[in-house]
Every structure is written in C-alpha cells, then in structure tokens.
C-alpha cells in the first residue's frame, strides 16, 4: 500500500475572515480522500498563535457560521520555520508534505504565509508569493489589469493620511460609488455610497481595516464568476451568475445567509459569451501571476461589455461557496478537486 501523503490544512488566521477560513477548512477535511491523504489540523487563532489540533473536534459551533471558532484546549502549540523542512513539531516528528493554506485575506492569502513556506521549503497549494500579494492588494491587481488590456471599474486609490474631496470623486466616478478596503476580501468593510453621508461613513469603515481604500464607479450589470484551475496551463469552468437578494453580494449573503443570494449555474449566457469570459478569466489569472487556482468575478452589462471585478487566490471552500461549486458543475467533485489541487502544489515544487 503506498504512504499517504502528509497534508497540513492550515486555517484561521488573524484576518477579519477568519470565520470563513473555519469553515473552508472543515469543508476539506470533510472532502478529501482519506485513503490516498493524511490530515493534519494547524489551525491560527486571532492573535496569531498557531496550533496542532485534534481532527475529531477541532471546532466548536462548526454547524454555525456566526459562532464558530477553533477548539484550542486540546491543542498544542506548533510552529513552521525557515529551517523545518517540514516538521511542525520535531520533538513528535509531525511532519507534512504540503500544505494546503486556506486562509483568507490578510496575514495568509497575502503573500506572508507563502513567504514562510517558500523559506521551509515546503510545498503549498495555490498563488505563489508575488501572485498572492497581487490579488490581495486591489490597488495594484485593477492596475495591472488595466496595463494588460484588461477591463475593470474606473477607480481612485487613497491612503489614510489624504484629503478626499467628495464632489472630485463625484465628478470623476458619479453616484453612486463602492467604497472598499483596498486589501481584505469576502465583502467584509465594503459600502455602496449614494451621497455624501453615505460616502462619508463608508469611507471611514474602510478605512478602519484598511490603511488603502479603493473607490470605485458602481457598474450596473450582471455578476458572474468563473474557476480556474491549474498552474502554466489553467483551465476555466462553466460560469455561474449571482443574484444578490440585497444591494450587493455581501459578506452575510457569501458565507452565512444561505437564501443572502441566488445562484444560477451554470449561468444562462451565450456560447460565444460564455467563452469570451472563460479567456479573460484565464488572461487574468495569468496576468496576475497566479497558480494552482482562483476564482474571477466579472460584471456582464447589458450591452454585451465585460468588466473584471477581481480575482480570489484563496477563494472560500463553504457549503455554499463558488468555487467548487462551479467545478462540480464543470465534472471534477469535491474529492478530485482537491486532489488535483495538492497535486499541482506538488509538481510546481518539484519543477522549480
């Protein structure tokens, strides 16, 4: 019989998406092939601490997305560093093949804990160190995008320490705008603003997760998302459409209110249509120096133009998540979807 292979979930994290990360982890963990993989739990708390955890409960509350959080007290503490090679914890030999890191947002899906990993020398599923950090920061991926010939929303970039003019935003972006943290995910610290009280309090709720804001012009159109898949030769899934039951497909509607959105997948789009956006999601994965995977989201207007949203590194692994979603729907399971992804991880390694 061959020996498993050693996959060490890593979770949590310090980001205000750390419930989400929870709730990612026990979906894979809960899909993936125990006959050909070995689990081990190393979970983040919010204050950065990293531990081993038990698999029989490494949660508390997991069946409730606003109370979970990490089951601590039979863990222990462990640790990746620079010169591990592997082991969390050399004084048991725990020792893990690759990692599959599924935090979201800062401090994991940024570029840090790649950056560790690439330093342990130890094989990780997704975004390399530059791609992660690219798709974090919206600032830096929309110009990008747009060097590239890539549409996207018109925008404006602020940092803490600067005047915004109100009536100077309107007259380069109308009303109304969407105010976001320039590098966070999931919708957490997002606004629409339709006046100047909104746009004020929305501005000052970015800027409490976030020293960089994006303002960016409201596109009115359709909401479409697409999976990729892979590393020098990625493959893009069927697409889906999102139908917020609110303004906007919020964090509550993403990962806690199952009736928060209507998905249709897949999404009810010419053939021609369908395929224009399947390239540009695959250009903008590459464009943006991803691997492994990601998920794009896309505005589709009425008149037929596609406008780029952004692009997820570490998309969520919810029950109700796109992501895999889309693949099930494209003929790749759960179970095989993460597979492939531990095995890219692998092979990247092992190239480079």
Request: with cysteine.
């Amino acid at each position: 019989m061959a020996k498993k292979i050693k996959v060490g979930i890593l979770f949590g994290g310090r980001s205000a998406e750390h419930e989400v990360s929870l709730q990612s982890a026990k979906n894979i963990v809960d899909a993936i092939d125990k006959d050909k993989y070995e689990v081990l739990l190393i979970g983040i708390d919010k204050s950065g601490k990293w531990f081993l955890l038990e698999q029989s409960q490494f949660l508390i509350n997991e069946e409730d997305p606003k109370l979970i959080r990490l089951n601590t007290k039979k863990g222990k503490d462990v640790a990746i560093t620079p010169q591990s090679n592997g082991f969390i914890d050399k004084e048991v030999g725990d020792k893990v093949d690759v990692v599959f890191p599924i935090l979201h947002g800062p401090f994991g899906e940024d570029g840090t804990v790649q950056g560790l990993l690439k330093l342990a020398n130890i094989p990780f599923v997704g975004a390399d160190v530059l791609g992660s950090a690219i798709g974090m920061d919206k600032d830096v991926m929309k110009r990008l995008l747009k060097e590239a010939g890539i549409p996207t929303a018109n925008f404006l970039v602020f940092k803490k320490e600067d005047s915004i003019d109100f009536n100077e935003v309107v007259k380069k972006l109308n009303l109304p705008v969407f105010v976001k943290p320039a590098n966070l995910g999931s919708s957490i610290g997002i606004s629409k603003a339709r006046n100047r009280s909104d746009f004020n309090k929305a501005v000052k709720k970015a800027f409490s997760y976030n020293l960089k804001i994006i303002i960016e012009e409201s596109i009115i159109g359709r909401e479409i998302e697409c999976s990729v898949l892979g590393n020098e030769d990625p493959t893009a899934s069927v697409l889906g459409e999102v139908i917020p039951n609110d303004d906007f497909y919020s964090y509550d509607a993403k990962y806690i209110d199952e009736d928060g959105a209507k998905f249709i997948v897949p999404a009810d789009i010419s053939k021609e249509k369908t395929e224009e956006i399947q390239r540009l999601a695959i250009k903008t994965f590459k464009t943006l120096e991803c691997k492994g995977l990601g998920r794009i989201d896309f505005f589709l207007k009425e008149d037929g133009n596609i406008f780029v949203i952004e692009i997820n590194t570490i998309p969520g692994f919810t029950k109700i998540s796109m992501y895999p979603h889309l693949w099930e729907e494209s003929g790749i399971s759960y179970t095989e979807l993460i597979d492939q992804l531990v095995q890219l991880a692998l092979k990247r390694f092992n190239q480079r």
